[in-house]
């Protein structure tokens, strides 16, 4: 076997393993939650809060990388960390609901920028080969959606006592395949000068575009995300919907990354168009659903868009910004995206529920996602324009 064969098959097991632990912990602890009593606002202004934290980790868990030029150094330590603040946060939830307000955001500082790191490491060691590196993504997508369909089961049959045993299994295997993992040192040539500066990175307007693009297609679908079992819940849905919900989604989005080598032959700009339009028809679906499968049709336009998402903003960063400004910048797209849009979405989503009822902030991802829609569709277009007058 090559040592190419063999780095793929640990990378490809290690991503697998993660964010099966992953959707073990954070996929199910919104939902733990409000078993234990919290209120759908209060919820919302916990998981803000918990997102306003994730945001800074992104910078600060990737400058780390930046500075010390290693993901592995920075991975095996922040796991660590995250695995004993999530099994504190379980245990003394229970004892006090406000622990959740105190602990769950600092949960978030550690675990949004694992999957960052974890995806940053592995571009370094597949020398940027996409192909490569959306077959390995693709395994963790199909752990994420595994896990949340057999914990759906296991939760909703033994209880949420579970959380810390699977969280705690999958944290060993973890632990021991990222220390066999060797990490590619080998330095890149720069093709950007650079100060090393974060304020370079919006000196690059395909960056820049890209980032615009994600804040708001994020805006618009984190209410959802975050509070989806609320939304099952509204249209006669249960805890195990919510992992179905989950493993039908996410392993729509597995197959479109894992292909996303053959994707690459499509135009970026025509990839972005397609991804928010996709996010467009999820915010869509949801809104006019009147069961729990709209909602899961809707969480299926939800990852083929992320399915053309996450490998386009990783070949547009590797592509336009500087090595040693890339995992900051990996970072602040998953940031944009995910913590940043979830601040803001989630500070008011949980009282419009509280409101107007669940599926209003659907209705309000609509209007937002008409502008992200509009700007790929105009970039696109403009695109095409320049094609023939050359």
């Known amino acids: ?94 004892v006090n609901i406000w622990f959740a307000a105190v602990l769950h955001p600092l949960a978030g500082f550690l675990a949004a920028p694992l999957g960052t790191n974890l995806d940053a490491w592995m571009l370094k060691s597949f020398s940027r080969d996409a192909g490569m590196f959306g077959r390995a993504r693709a395994l963790g997508s199909a752990g994420f959606a595994v896990m949340m369909l057999l914990c759906g089961t296991l939760y909703n049959t033994f209880g949420f006592g579970m959380i810390p045993v699977v969280m705690g299994i999958l944290f060993v295997l973890i632990l021991i395949l990222a220390l066999m993992t ?20 919006f000196r690059i307007r395909p960056y820049v575009f890209l980032v615009i693009v994600l804040f708001l297609t994020g805006l618009a679908l984190s209410p959802i995300n975050n509070l989806k079992i ?107 995206f995910g913590s940043f849009a979830g601040v803001i979405a989630l500070l008011y989503s949980g009282t419009l529920i509280d ?10 991802g609509v209007i937002i996602m008409i502008v992200p829609t509009a700007m790929c569709a105009i970039d696109y277009a403009r695109s095409l324009g320049s094609k023939k007058t050359a």
């Open 1 to 94: 076997m090559s040592e190419k064969t063999k780095s793929f098959l640990k990378f490809a097991s290690l991503d697998f393993l993660f964010w099966a632990y992953f959707a073990s912990f954070i996929g199910y602890i919104t939902t733990y939650f409000l078993d234990c009593g919290m209120s759908s606002s209060m919820l919302s202004i916990v998981l803000a809060v918990y997102m306003m934290f994730a945001f800074g980790g992104a910078f600060f868990w990737g400058g780390l990388s930046d500075k010390k030029r290693s993901n592995k150094k920075v991975f095996i330590p922040e796991l660590c960390l995250l695995t004993a603040v999530g099994i504190l946060e379980f245990y003394l939830t229970r």
């Open 182 to 201: 060797k990490e590619n040192q080998t330095a890149e040539v720069k093709r950007v000068k650079s100060s090393g500066n974060i304020k370079d990175l």
């Open 355 to 364: 409101l107007y009822g669940a599926k209003f902030v659907a209705f309000l």
């Open 230 to 336: 609320i939304i099952l819940q509204s249209v006669g849905g249960d805890v195990s919907m919510l992992g179905l919900d989950s493993f039908i989604g996410v392993m729509v989005q597995a197959l479109f990354i894992f292909i996303s080598g053959a994707l690459k032959r499509i135009p970026v700009k025509m990839r972005m168009l397609v991804m928010t339009v996709m996010a467009m028809l999820m915010v869509t679906f949801v809104w006019l659903a009147v069961s729990p499968f709209m909602v899961i049709l809707g969480t299926v336009m939800s990852n083929i868009s992320y399915g053309f998402m996450l490998p386009t903003m990783r070949e547009i960063t590797e592509s336009n910004v500087p090595q040693e400004l890339k995992n900051t910048a990996h970072s602040l797209t998953d940031a944009m």
